[in-house]
């Protein structure tokens, strides 16, 4: 029993060990406890939450937006996959480390390596891409709108800091081809001119978003929380717009403006049974890639921007009104002076010629003033006035383009004693291109106006088409006046002034016209016009030529040529057969013989 | 001693007496199994003996094999979860090649809209040397009457070029220019340009490209 005392202290010392294990394990637990007590007890919601917080992702999904398509679903405008190359400075240092994949080692690189390598891919100058990595900016733009293919070459060098953002870019494939009419966008994405702005709600679609948890490596957790709130993608617009026919009226009216040297010039091509415009032609047209660099003027199409007085075009409706209203047949006889003398106002013709006796008709193919104010004599002011209206004279024309020109058209209360007269011919109230094509084919189309049309419809994501009503026409003239008016237009170029317009084996017909063009002095310029109708017996095509401003001397202007060759255009693409009938306009004179000097 | 005795019909106990319901036809009366032919009085009757106890049951098997199903269930459901995980990486491999292709998709699109161009149309056109056309004619194919009268195209009629070709923004980056420099050499040494053909004055016949080869009648 001698070792008895020892094995007692063994045994003492073994427990108090044991105590003093069991404490700290106590300890230890408590503080967990009370750890876990915070944690799960005192803030649990918060803490869960800010678990969740660095698992969430939540990102929101872009809507494509909708491309604009011309009458035959080509893409004139559309939205492309983009980058923007940005960069957070601080992390570029003059050498860094990075990972060599072939060696699989870290390698100390210099940036001006990098910059050299990047610098041919990004057809950027070294100098330049190297003071837009270099600074102390976390967020600096490198370059923007790059191709899938050079952010991919870009991303493959490895610059710390370098970084592409997906943005959408918009795409014309056309480029100036019906620019003035598609308008464009911001390199940030904002509407800035054109259908890009008036139908950016249409265009634009809604955002989505989509929420869902990562990992560590940012691979999405299967099964965890997610939703998804799936993105709307904007319509696409289609157009009553044809680009080939746009662009020959644009080639066309470019060279006619060029030969003039004039301000501006513009053809409006429109269907005469449907009101829908074929093409808004301006002697320069933006590039919507490149709005920069045409003048301002030029990113609307000046037929819907840019009033004018209209001229001798005007008399379409002074004519049709007394056809209509005045009991004036075509053939009705006028002795027509070379001046005359009118409530104390003079009115004189452009040209000295004899004393003619002439019919109704004659009067409107060599457009002589004396003649057309005996003419729309026929009828009161308030009617004539009435008429003007009832053609959309001063009223706006919707077609869906942001800011057009209504024109100016006064009532006749406000009229002074010469604008009474001067309206007659077309002067005293100013119309746009858009105006005039209308006018003619309210006329053409036995008398019924159509609303002109632009955007045909719009397509939803799904395909599905809503067409964009336009309501059905109003009547404004008699189909007895409307045929005897196409015959009056028809000696227009038969026998008038419009001579260049003809094309072979199909009849035409159409009105000159030449407006002064008021300026800050006065009048000190001109407005040059021709508007052909085709083919009469079965009239299609309306193409309205304006030329604002041109050089030189005023007998010599001529946009006949120009009309007529847009006009055998369409004729040609929409295969429209020729006729070959004979001609059946008026006689100019009462008498033998038809031929006289002008 | 082995026979039973027998009941008598009698016996059976009348169900429906007393009562209205109708009686129903009596119950066949009771026998015991017919006797063995050879005689219930010299069957020998089995000698009675000590039959082993059932094994007692352990349960183990139920248990082995509720934990394989378990085992199995766990290890189905971790294949699923790592099929599905990985997966979820395929799926990021996928989304890349879709955007990828979607890419490349819309470049050759944009490449295609910008040659179907109608200025860039007329341009490649005229450095083919065509111009634009002439009067045309119609031929009625109901009642085969010609109207109009056609006239030959003018070869100084050259379509005009005033609408400059579409602009590339952001430099030469672009579709429609070229799309990079590296790949367009790639496949130029891929797919080496057709050689330009060459004819001889038989065949061109006057002309710039050989006269189509036509059927001869009778042949």
């Keep these: 029993m001698a070792h008895a005392p020892v094995a007692s202290d063994t045994l003492h010392l073994s427990a108090r060990r044991l105590r003093v294990g069991v404490a700290v394990a106590l300890v230890l637990l408590l503080i967990l406890g009370l750890r876990l007590m915070f944690v799960q007890g005192v803030d649990a919601a918060g803490h869960a939450q800010k678990a969740m917080d660095e698992r969430l992702r939540s990102i929101t999904l872009t809507p494509d937006r909708g491309s604009i398509l011309d009458r035959e679903g080509r893409v004139l405008a559309s939205s492309v996959q983009r980058y923007d190359l940005v960069v957070d400075q601080r992390l570029v240092t003059e050498e860094y480390k990075r990972w060599n994949r072939e060696t699989n080692s870290q390698q100390v690189v210099r940036l001006d390596d990098d910059v050299a390598t990047l610098a041919p891919i ?5 100098d330049e891409l190297k003071q837009r990595l270099v600074g102390e900016r976390p967020y600096r733009v490198v370059l923007r709108g790059v191709t899938p293919e050079v952010k991919n ?37 904002q509407p800035l001119e054109g259908l890009e702005v008036s139908q950016d709600e249409q265009l634009a679609g809604t955002p989505g978003t989509r929420t869902y948890e990562i990992g560590r490596d940012g691979i999405r957790i299967p099964n965890a929380e997610f939703s998804e709130t799936p993105a709307v993608d904007g319509k696409d617009i289609r157009l009553t717009i044809d680009q080939d026919v746009q662009w020959f009226a644009q080639e066309a009216i470019a060279t006619k403006a060029a030969q003039y040297n004039a301000a501006w010039a513009n053809v409006v091509v429109q269907d005469v049974k449907t009101g829908e415009i074929l093409a808004m032609a301006d002697n320069q047209t933006v590039d919507p890639s490149n709005p920069q660099g045409t003048d301002s003027l030029f990113w609307r199409p000046t037929s819907f921007t840019q009033s004018y007085e209209p001229g001798s075009t005007g008399k379409v409706a002074t004519f049709a009104t007394a056809l209509e209203k005045g009991g004036v047949k075509p053939l009705d006889e006028y002795s027509v002076p070379n001046q005359q003398e009118f409530e104390g106002h003079i009115i004189n013709d452009s040209l000295p010629h004899a004393t003619y006796d002439m019919t109704t008709a004659g009067i409107f193919t060599r457009s002589y003033n004396t003649g057309t104010v005996q003419v729309a004599n026929s009828v009161d002011t308030a009617t004539r006035f009435d008429f003007m209206e009832k053609l959309g004279f001063g009223q706006p024309i919707d077609i869906g383009l942001p800011g057009g020109n209504q ?15 001067t309206t007659m011919f077309g002067q005293g109230y100013t119309v746009t291109s858009l105006h005039t094509a209308q006018m003619f084919q309210t006329v053409a189309n036995g008398g019924v106006k159509m609303q002109p049309r632009l955007i045909d419809s719009y397509i939803d994501a799904d395909g599905i088409e809503h067409r964009a009503d336009s309501g059905e026409g109003t009547r404004v003239y008699s189909e007895q006046t409307s045929q005897e008016m196409l015959k009056l237009m028809e000696g227009v170029v038969q026998e008038g002034t419009g001579g260049d317009a003809r094309i072979p084996g199909y009849r035409v017909g159409g009105k000159t016209g030449t407006g002064q063009a008021a300026g800050a002095g006065g009048y000190d310029g001109h407005t040059t016009s021709f508007t052909a109708v085709a083919p009469l017996d079965d009239p299609r095509f309306v193409v309205s030529v304006a030329v604002h401003r041109p050089q030189g001397y005023w007998r010599d202007w001529k946009v006949t040529d120009t009309a007529g060759q847009v006009m055998g255009y369409l004729l040609n693409k929409y295969n429209v057969p020729p ?9 100019v004179f009462t008498e033998e013989p038809q031929k006289r000097p002008w | 001693m082995t026979a039973q005795p027998h009941r008598p019909a009698m016996q059976q106990p009348n169900l429906t007496d007393g009562s209205a319901a109708r009686q129903l036809t009596p119950a066949a009366p009771w026998r015991p199994a017919a006797p063995s032919e050879s005689g219930s009085s010299t069957r020998r009757r089995t000698p009675l003996s000590v039959v082993p106890a059932p094994l007692p049951k352990t349960g183990r098997g139920f248990i082995a094999l509720c934990a394989m199903m378990l085992i199995a269930a766990l290890g189905v459901v971790l294949a699923v979860n790592i099929t599905v995980s990985n997966r979820q990486y395929d799926l990021v491999t996928l989304r890349a090649e879709h955007t990828d292709l979607t890419q490349t998709n819309e470049r050759l699109t944009q490449q295609a809209e910008h040659l179907a161009a109608p200025q860039n149309l007329a341009a490649q056109a005229s450095s083919l040397g065509m111009v634009m056309p002439g009067d045309i004619a119609a031929i009625d194919l109901g009642t085969g009457a010609v109207t109009g009268q056609a006239t030959a195209a003018d070869a100084e009629n050259k379509p005009t070029d005033f609408v400059a070709a579409p602009s590339v923004p952001h430099g030469p980056n672009q579709a429609g220019a070229e799309p990079d420099e590296k790949p367009t050499a790639q496949d130029e040494a891929a797919t080496p340009a057709p050689a330009e053909p060459e004819f001889d004055p038989a065949e061109l016949n006057g002309g710039s490209i050989p006269a189509p080869q036509l059927q001869t009648p009778g042949r």
């Design chain 1, 407 to 421: 024109g100016i058209l006064a009532p006749p209360d406000q009229w002074d004693g010469r604008q009474k007269y």
């Design chain 1, 153 to 189: 070459g870009a991303m493959e060098v490895r610059v710390p800091g370098l970084l592409a953002e997906p943005v959408a870019e918009r795409s014309y494939p056309n480029g100036a081809v019906a620019g003035n009419i598609l308008g464009f966008i911001s390199d940030d994405g």
């Design chain 1, 579 to 587: 006729t070959d009938a004979e001609p059946q306009h008026y006689d």
């Design chain 1, 122 to 126: 990004l057809s950027m100058d070294p």
